[in-house]
């Protein structure tokens, strides 16, 4: 079987950003299909191409995979009205491949949610098999969050989105409430498939070498971040615990930032105003060697802005590594991941913008050490039993296959 699979925001391992594309794209060759993967120029990702454009494009095969990836550049760290226009031109021209490409069933997985449009051009003037994957509800989460505020620009991605659920033959959500929100949109649930995001195991394991950033010593509680620093994830929390721990002269706890986003200038700019030396920034690094860092760290923060849209409605990646790595994970808001990290108590639940809580967690965590070995334990077992990303991604190739 062929499948058309449009992701804008698609890496390899070798690349800073998530490789759930990638995986799934790998096994379904695994199971015998063909595979042609369009995609856009991220910031951070790694296509696997080298060679030039022309015509504002280029393609070849990677690891099996056929890309095509389209002269479009794309950062965090641009501005909202051209990271719009980035969207919009994708879509556009994924249409045409749409019509063009020899293909049994299109995929196609946000964000964007413009990712859909080739999808619903492909349903109703092709007749042609369409599976959309939402991994962030939108217009909810900008809308809650108050980014966009234009009524007409939210009523458009309202129809956006309800006419790409509505023209999928199936959808795929990464988290409970994401289901839940594509069903509301008036989706049978028959339609809809939970697979979120998986723990790449052999990746995260024993074998890698640990290593710590300059400035973090040995004897240090070493507290990790890996991610965007935009606004969604709500880093100032962070910053505010530095502080206080700063206060309390707990020196031993240091906090690692590692990635890049609109945020990250002026929360440095921050740290070395209030001369905060307990947050330590770092570059993206790939796969390989965030495994590495993770094996070095002792805690790993899952962190957001305050928005109930994300309690339930979110499927990050970095928390999906953090339990591959075996790491505790100090949770700072309400929801799905919250409530699986008490269940399986394999880390810390903090109140949402508490940096007295906050810090009040970390300083446990750093006078009884015993207690992070047990967590982290309880973490790869909740990684192995129920997060292997093999296991997802064969749930997956069956879903999308299944919809010809």
């Given at each position: 079987?062929?499948?058309?699979?449009?992701h804008q925001h698609?890496?390899?391992?070798?690349?800073?950003a998530g490789i759930?594309?990638?995986?799934?794209?790998r096994?379904?060759?695994e199971h015998g299909?063909e595979?042609t993967m369009?995609?856009?120029?991220?910031g951070?990702?790694e296509?696997g191409l080298?060679?030039?454009f022309r015509y504002g494009?280029?393609?070849?095969?990677?690891?099996?995979i056929?890309?095509i990836?389209?002269d479009l550049?794309?950062s965090n760290?641009?501005?909202?009205?051209?990271?719009?226009?980035?969207?919009?031109?994708?879509?556009?021209?994924s249409?045409s491949l749409?019509?063009?490409?020899?293909?049994?069933?299109l995929?196609?997985t946000?964000?964007?949610?413009?990712?859909?449009?080739?999808?619903?051009f492909?349903r109703?003037?092709?007749?042609?098999?369409?599976v959309?994957?939402?991994?962030d509800?939108?217009?909810?989460l900008p809308r809650?969050?108050?980014?966009?505020?234009n009524?007409?620009?939210?009523?458009?991605?309202?129809?956006?989105e309800?006419?790409?659920y509505?023209?999928?033959n199936?959808?795929?959500?990464?988290?409970?409430?994401?289901?839940?929100?594509?069903?509301?949109?008036?989706?049978?649930?028959?339609?809809?498939?939970?697979v979120?995001?998986?723990c790449?195991?052999?990746?995260?394991c024993?074998?890698?070498?640990p290593?710590r950033p300059?400035?973090?010593?040995?004897?240090?509680?070493?507290?990790i971040?890996t991610g965007?620093?935009?606004?969604a994830n709500?880093l100032e929390?962070?910053?505010?615990t530095a502080?206080?721990?700063?206060?309390?002269g707990?020196?031993?706890?240091?906090?690692?930032l590692v990635g890049?986003?609109?945020c990250?200038?002026a929360?440095?700019?921050?740290v070395?105003i209030e001369g905060l030396?307990n947050?330590?920034f770092?570059p993206?690094?790939n796969?390989?060697?965030?495994?590495?860092?993770?094996?070095?760290?002792d805690?790993?923060?899952?962190i957001l802005?305050?928005?109930?849209a994300?309690?339930?409605g979110?499927?990050?990646?970095?928390f999906?590594d953090?339990i591959s790595?075996?790491?505790?994970v100090?949770?700072?808001?309400?929801g799905w991941?919250?409530?699986m990290?008490?269940?399986?108590q394999c880390?810390?639940v903090?109140?949402?913008?508490?940096p007295?809580?906050?810090a009040?967690?970390l300083?446990?965590a750093m006078?009884?050490?015993?207690?992070l070995v047990t967590?982290?334990?309880?973490?790869?077992?909740l990684?192995?039993?129920?997060f292997?990303?093999k296991h997802?991604?064969?749930?997956w190739v069956?879903w999308v296959?299944?919809?010809?």
């Open positions: 079987m062929r499948v058309l699979y449009f698609f890496s390899t391992p070798k690349g800073a759930r594309s990638y995986q799934m794209a096994q379904l060759i299909h595979i369009v995609c856009g120029s991220y951070g990702g296509t080298k060679m030039p494009r280029r393609q070849g095969f990677v690891d099996g056929r890309v990836e389209f550049n794309y760290n641009d501005s909202f009205v051209k990271r719009v226009r980035t969207f919009i031109k994708f879509a556009l021209r249409i749409a019509f063009s490409e020899k293909y049994d069933v995929f196609a946000t964000t964007p949610l413009t990712a859909g449009i080739p999808g619903i492909a109703w003037l092709r007749g042609k098999p369409f959309f994957e939402v991994r509800l939108w217009p909810e809650e969050m108050g980014a966009i505020k009524p007409v620009v939210l009523w458009l991605m309202s129809l956006l309800w006419a790409s509505r023209s999928a199936r959808c795929i959500g990464l988290s409970p409430g994401i289901v839940e929100g594509i069903a509301n949109r008036g989706v049978e649930k028959t339609r809809i498939a939970l979120p995001n998986g790449d195991l052999s990746i995260f024993d074998e890698v070498d290593w300059v400035g973090v010593c040995d004897s240090d509680l070493m507290a971040f965007t620093h935009g606004v709500g929390i962070v910053l505010g502080a206080e721990l700063k206060r309390r707990r020196n031993d706890i240091k906090m690692v890049q986003g609109k990250k200038n929360l440095q700019h921050r070395k030396g947050v330590i770092h993206p690094v796969k390989m060697k965030l495994a590495g860092l993770m094996a070095g760290a805690i790993g923060l899952q802005a305050n928005v109930p994300f309690y339930f979110t499927s990050p990646n970095k999906f953090y790595s075996g790491l505790p100090l949770n700072n808001y309400p991941l919250a409530e990290i008490e269940d399986h880390g810390f903090v109140p949402p913008e508490s007295v809580a906050f009040d967690a300083e446990s006078d009884e050490m015993h207690r967590m982290g334990q309880n973490s790869r077992r990684a192995e039993l129920s292997d990303r997802l991604a064969n749930e069956e296959t299944g919809a010809v």
